[in-house]
């Protein structure tokens, strides 16, 4: 098995990071768009040059611009699985597949038993004589997993592999991928919109945003208490930062009390976090209890599950660009209030719901 030590910076991207991937561990690289996740993963590659950087797999250099070392693509042992399967149109599934080990040095012989063990692996043995344009997109991806394999890759990166599926399709694929790092510890780096497939196919999540890492560490950990905007959002949890003074967090949104951990100084960075289910959302506003109690604007409404029994009722932005705090309420809920977008309405929380603990 091979790690992967990465540094570089990329100045026309905004790129500057510093990235360890260790043996066997599968990372998911979270972010919004524009964060500088595709342009890590030209630089692992080797389709983009770093202005500056290291870049080692499993001990053998493949970037030091200080040494002008720069190996090509097609010898970094790295493969890369995209959104779109990329299949040679005018080759067979199983040539398709035996181009990868061929590419690598193997012979013909070799390069169709490695095809056709990982078509097997992929349970598309069945598609072997089959030209590419007569596959499903889901078939066509099972495809391209078997093909990004089939070289022995020490570093697999892939690129958001299910952002172009069908709903019904991307669980089979999820499954499949899932098997296929697990079984063999293989080393990975996953680009992914989707919590669920952080969830499911990684150890470790890492947070990049303007080109930086902002948050690292344990998926469940991360999901469960997060440091960032977007950690906070793709794990549907809502999050206010700001300082603490006096014991309280002071916010872009006001005074933010709940409860703090060990950390939480006079004058230091914090985050809060608070479920949206633990929100309240009132016309007037609301006295008693709730410590905080928020005016904002509603921006959007929609149905929560199949059915649609939960209602989001999700905030415009703050005024410094961050996300807007969401409330899950139920459909009589919204109907008694009679809650649109544009409305301005009141949303409330108890301090007992609300954790405050140190920004990353």
């Not at 099972?142 to 952002?163: H, K, Q, S, T, Y």
């Not at 780096?189 to 948050?215: K, N, P």
């Not at 906070?232 to 967090?249: E, F, M, P, T, Y």
């Not at 479920?275 to 609301?286: E, I």
Request: aromatic share 2%; charged share 25%; net charge negative.
């Amino acid at each position: 098995m091979s790690g992967l030590e990465l540094r570089a910076r990329v100045a026309a991207r905004g790129l500057d990071v510093e990235l360890s991937v260790a043996p066997g561990e599968v990372v998911a690289l979270l972010g919004p768009n524009g964060a500088g996740k595709s342009t890590l993963l030209d630089v692992t590659a080797g389709l983009l040059r770093p202005d500056e950087g290291r870049v080692v797999l499993g001990g053998r250099v493949l970037v030091d611009t200080a040494k002008d070392v720069a190996v090509p693509p097609h010898q970094r042992s790295v493969a890369l699985l995209a959104q779109e399967a990329l299949l040679f149109p005018h080759l067979t599934i199983r040539e398709n597949v035996a181009f990868a080990p061929r590419s690598a040095g193997a012979g013909r012989r070799e390069a169709y038993a490695a095809a056709d063990r990982w078509l097997d692996e992929v349970d598309a043995t069945e598609l072997a004589g089959r030209r590419p344009r007569k596959l499903s997109g889901g078939q066509a991806q099972r495809v391209a997993i078997a093909r990004a394999l089939a070289a022995g890759p020490e570093l697999l990166l892939l690129d958001e592999p299910m952002a172009a599926l069908d709903v019904g399709v991307a669980p089979a694929v999820r499954a499949l991928l899932r098997r296929v790092l697990r079984t063999g510890d293989r080393t990975a780096i996953l680009v992914t919109h989707d919590v669920l497939d952080a969830v499911s196919l990684a150890d470790r999540v890492v947070v990049l945003d303007a080109g930086r890492i902002v948050e690292e560490g344990a998926v469940e950990r991360v999901l469960a208490r997060p440091r960032s905007v977007f950690a906070a959002r793709i794990a549907g949890i809502n999050l206010v930062a700001g300082k603490v003074r006096d014991g309280v967090l002071d916010t872009v949104v006001g005074a933010v009390h709940g409860i703090a951990e060990d950390g939480c100084d006079d004058g230091e960075s914090a985050v809060a976090v608070f479920s949206p289910t633990a929100v309240a959302v009132h016309r007037k506003q609301p006295e008693g209890s709730p410590r905080n109690v928020f005016r904002v604007r509603i921006a959007e409404i929609e149905g929560l599950g199949r059915h649609g029994q939960a209602i989001r009722v999700r905030a415009v932005d703050h005024p410094d660009g961050s996300a807007g705090p969401v409330a899950d309420v139920t459909a009589a809920a919204v109907a008694q209030l009679d809650l649109a977008p544009g409305d301005d309405v009141w949303f409330a929380v108890k301090a007992t719901e609300v954790a405050i603990y140190p920004a990353a």
